[in-house]
Structures are given as structure tokens and as C-alpha cells.
């Protein structure tokens, strides 16, 4: 009996051990996932339209201007953020054997920086197409992009039949 009551516990420490070691592993994929989640943005309440509701109204351009608003915010505390790490790092004093990772992986957080730099870039050219009307048309062709497209990529200015044919045409000229 007293053998059983030591294994029931010691599978008991083994699962707890193993949960702990899934946890880890959860944590360290959830970084990732944030760290290149900045081309997206889903923190906002998808837009319901009403029947019959005029493309673009103003509680349509007010919905765009929020979720723009938002990513843009979210991107440049990532960057505050860049700099900050880089400041706090660099302000150790690696030893030189350590110097040669350090600054690979300063070079990634420039590139990366750099991406959201454009991306904030982007954002702010939708937002001013919001103010002058233009925003939510294919700069192609005209048409509506749609709702639901805009809210996966806040920032297209194409239809998706245009975004698809100008794929095509790089492919095909190396463009
Ligand atoms: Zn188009």
C-alpha cells in the first residue's frame, strides 16, 4: 500500500513537473507569435453593417479611424520599447565574447524597427486617405475594398482582384 501511495506521488510530481515545462514552452511561443504579429492588428470589435447602410459613412470612417489609430499606437510603443532594451543592454558592458550576439541581435531589432517604422509610415497615409475620402476604395479601380478586407488589412489600397493581378505581374517580371 505504502508503495503505491510512493508512485501514485512520485507520477504526481512527474505531472506537475511536465506542466510546468508545457507552460514554458507556451510562454516562449506566445513572444514569438507578438513579436511578429505587428503586421496585424485585432484588437477591435469586427463592424456589423446595417442593411442597406452607405459604404464608407461616417461611422464606418470612424471605425477604420480607430482600429488605424490603436495599431499605430501599439506600434510605436513597440518601438519605445526597441529603444529602450537596446539602451538597457548596451549599458551592461557585455564581455567581448558576447558582443558578436549582442549586436545580431541589435541588427534584428533595427530591422524590425525599421518594418514598423513603414508600417506607421502606412498608417498614417490611410489615415489621411480617411480625411480626404479616399480610404476604402481600390486606388486601381475604384471599387469598394470591403469591410471585412480593410479590417484584416487596415492599410490595403487595392481591391483584392487588383492585389492579385499586380502579384502575378512581380512574379512574372520580377517587378
Ligand atoms: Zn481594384
Known amino acids: 500500500?505504502?508503495?503505491?501511495?510512493?508512485?501514485?506521488?512520485a507520477a504526481a510530481k512527474k505531472a506537475v513537473k511536465k506542466k510546468a515545462a508545457?507552460?514554458?514552452?507556451?510562454?516562449a511561443?506566445?513572444?514569438?507569435?507578438?513579436?511578429?504579429?505587428?503586421?496585424?492588428y485585432t484588437n477591435f470589435t469586427p463592424y456589423k453593417e446595417k442593411k442597406g447602410e452607405e459604404y464608407m459613412n461616417p461611422k464606418q470612417v470612424e471605425h477604420?479611424?480607430?482600429?488605424?489609430?490603436?495599431w499605430k499606437?501599439?506600434?510605436?510603443?513597440?518601438?519605445d520599447e526597441t529603444v529602450h532594451h537596446?539602451?538597457?543592454?548596451?549599458?551592461?558592458?557585455p564581455d567581448p565574447n558576447d558582443r558578436?550576439?549582442?549586436?545580431?541581435e541589435f541588427a534584428m531589432e533595427l530591422r524590425t524597427r525599421d518594418r514598423e517604422r513603414k508600417l506607421i509610415k502606412k498608417i498614417d497615409e490611410s489615415l489621411a486617405n480617411l480625411d480626404s475620402g479616399d480610404y476604402g476604395f481600390c486606388e486601381s479601380c475604384g471599387v469598394e475594398i470591403g469591410i471585412r478586407r480593410l479590417e484584416a488589412r487596415p492599410t490595403a489600397?487595392?481591391?483584392?482582384?487588383?492585389?492579385?493581378?499586380?502579384?502575378?505581374?512581380?512574379?512574372?517580371?520580377?517587378k
Open 1 to 9: 500500500m505504502a508503495v503505491k501511495k510512493k508512485a501514485v506521488k
Open 22 to 27: 508545457v507552460t514554458k514552452k507556451a510562454v
Open 29 to 40: 511561443k506566445k513572444k514569438v507569435v507578438s513579436a511578429s504579429d505587428d503586421s496585424t
Open 64 to 70: 477604420f479611424r480607430a482600429i488605424l489609430e490603436g
Open 73 to 79: 499606437k501599439q506600434l510605436m510603443d513597440k518601438v
Open 86 to 93: 537596446m539602451q538597457d543592454e548596451a549599458a551592461n558592458f
Open 100 to 104: 558578436a550576439s549582442q549586436e545580431s
Open 157 to 174: 489600397t487595392q481591391c483584392i482582384d487588383c492585389k492579385t493581378l499586380n502579384e502575378i505581374r512581380e512574379k512574372q517580371f520580377g
